[in-house]
Nanobody
Framework: QVQLVESGGGLVQAGGSLRLSCAASGLTFSSYDMGWFRQAPGKEREFVAASRGRIGTTYYGESVKGRFTFSRDNAKNTVYLQMNSLRPEDTAVYYC?????????????????WGQGTQVTVSS
């Protein structure tokens, strides 16, 4: 029943911006931590950003800190990832993920639900 649907991916030029959205259903949104991850061909999945369900504290991966902004709209059951100053190395499939707020793992781990992903391609 849990469903996460990403949207907003596309092709942009280096230095451009893109805003990703993730609409969640089938879960009590405020009871879940939400995160964004990405995976490029031949590379391991990488943590991008996340926030805690009730506290709202945000976290960012080293490579995107200062360029990407995570936001959460609990009323709309939607999370966003505003990506600015995009670089070719940001090219990847971006995934939305969810985990229980009681998860013991660090903010980078323990996500049980995943969206299908949305492709982001940054051209040089």
């Amino acid at each position: 029943q849990v469903q996460l649907v990403e949207s907003g991916g596309g092709l942009v030029q280096a230095g451009g911006s893109l805003r990703l959205s993730c609409a969640a259903s089938g879960l009590t949104f405020s009871s879940y931590d939400m995160g964004w991850f990405r995976q490029a061909p031949g590379k391991e999945r990488e943590f991008v950003a996340a926030s805690r369900g009730r506290i709202g504290t945000t976290y960012y991966g080293e490579s995107v800190k200062g360029r990407f902004t995570f936001s959460r709209d609990n009323a709309k059951n939607t999370v966003y990832l505003q990506m600015n100053s995009l670089r070719p190395e940001d090219t990847a499939v971006y995934y939305c993920a969810a985990r229980s707020i009681g998860t013991v793992s660090t903010i980078r781990d323990g996500y049980n639900y995943w969206g299908q992903g949305t492709q982001v391609t940054v051209s040089s």
